[in-house]
């Protein structure tokens, strides 16, 4: 929600009267292997499926005009994709702030969550603002990150909020405290800062798991905060690590497994909210986790642009073997646009592979098999790019239909 004043870049009308709404019908020919959440970032979104070389099979799956059987909650302007496929021909979606709906559709049977612990028909006082949704490998149950915290303090547990959830059978059944709020330094009011945990993702080394939690670690109004962190889940007690702290970094929000091994990942930080690139510098960044056999999280390296370095912000891309991509954003008061960039964390050499037309515009992509997908709302296309020596645009595939609805994200399906 609070990326909102920042990203709202408004791209055309989006007038639905001669539209028809999406039916949660799945493509005739071809098999999905992403999905794309399209969306003005205020009141209306799109779910479009892509295959795995970025063509379009349905550029309308669902939105926020369509009225199916058992969908109750219709898709608002701040959605979320999980970050993670929610199992085999499954189709997930996250209905953030003042939302709180974890929706899925698996072989066209509608499963509804209502995130704030409540039924869907009761009253409720809070949002839990839900960022991210993680299928656990070994079993039948969703993990779900909820950023906001309650403020009655009589509020049963499962409503809690500034947590993560145990979803299962299409309910929350418990409720995991992180215990990584912290107290801000040298602050004078609002001065406790909250977990906030953001993305999720599982890693594997041997018979060893854990589910990683990002934590972005801000105080109430968004303004201040402490050094981002991680916490571990072990899946089989729901214990909880300590924090790790990921100095010097601020406001990490997003992960992603390396896709050539399933014990590393990577973690991106922003650095400080609204405030300019320069400013942020010294304190965004990528760190590299990776999980030892026994069990223990370290973090292994991390990257720091210099002076003059775009600075990371988003559209964090796993390519593999320390190479991510990421985007540095652009800002729209100084005429500099959204840059892609190349990064290889462990000789620390990046390259600017795209430049935007404007500035909040590139979305946050992914990979697959040497080709990697980035959204750009001001083209209103998906970017496919050749990943090799050199990441090469190849293709700009555009929505050409009657939505008007830009692409934000990409997220990876299994089918």
Do not use: K
Not at 69 to 83: H, I, R
Not at 180 to 205: G, H, K, M, S, V
Not at 340 to 359: C, K, P, Q, W
Not at 390 to 414: G, M, T, W
Request: aromatic share 4%.
């Amino acid at each position: 929600m609070r990326r909102l004043a920042l990203a709202l870049v408004l791209l055309g009308c989006t007038s639905r009267a001669a539209c028809p709404p999406g039916d949660l019908t799945l493509p005739s020919s071809g098999t999905p292997a992403f999905a794309v959440r399209r969306s003005d970032n205020l009141s209306a979104s799109a779910i479009a499926l892509l295959d795995a070389h970025g063509t379009i099979l349905e550029a309308d799956f669902i939105d926020s005009g369509t009225r199916a059987a058992n969908l109750v909650t219709t898709l608002a302007g701040d959605l979320a994709l999980p970050s993670s496929p929610l199992g085999p021909r499954t189709i997930g979606w996250i209905g953030r702030f003042e939302v709180d709906v974890l929706t899925f559709v698996h072989d066209g049977v509608t499963t509804e969550v209502d995130l704030r612990g409540e039924t869907l028909t009761t009253p409720h006082g809070f949002t839990a603002n839900p960022q991210d949704a993680l299928l656990l490998s070994d079993q039948p149950t969703i993990l779900v990150t909820r950023q906001m915290p309650n403020d009655d303090p009589s509020a049963p547990d499962l409503q809690r909020g500034n947590d993560v959830v145990v979803v299962a059978n299409g309910q929350i059944t418990r409720r995991i405290a992180l215990g990584a709020d912290a107290p801000i330094p040298d602050c004078r009011t609002d001065c406790t800062a909250l977990a906030r945990p953001a993305a999720l993702l599982e890693l594997t080394a041997g018979d060893a798991r854990a589910v990683v939690v990002v934590l972005s670690r801000l105080n109430a109004s968004y303004t201040d905060g402490v050094v981002g962190a991680v916490v571990t889940i072990d899946p089989a007690t729901w214990q909880v690590s300590a924090p790790i702290e990921l100095e010097p970094y601020r406001d990490c929000l997003y992960a992603r497994v390396d896709p050539t091994n399933a014990s590393r990942a990577y973690v991106l930080c922003e650095g400080p909210t609204f405030t300019t690139e320069d400013v942020r510098l010294p304190q965004s960044g990528i760190v590299e986790l990776v999980l030892l056999p026994d069990g223990t999280l370290a973090v292994t390296d991390s990257f720091m642009p210099s002076p003059g370095d775009p600075a990371p912000y988003n559209g964090l891309v796993a390519l593999g073997d320390g190479r991510v991509l990421y985007v540095a954003a652009g800002n729209l008061d100084a005429g500099i646009a959204d840059r892609l960039v190349d990064l290889d964390m462990h000789t620390g050499t990046l390259r600017v592979v795209y430049g935007a037309s404007t500035a909040f515009v590139l979305g946050d992509g992914t990979a697959l098999a040497g080709t990697a997908l980035v959204p750009d709302a001001a083209r209103n296309a998906i970017l496919r790019f050749h990943v090799g020596t050199d990441v090469v645009l190849e293709d700009v595939v555009a929505f050409d239909d009657c939505i008007d609805l830009p692409p934000r994200q990409i997220a990876p399906l299994s089918f």
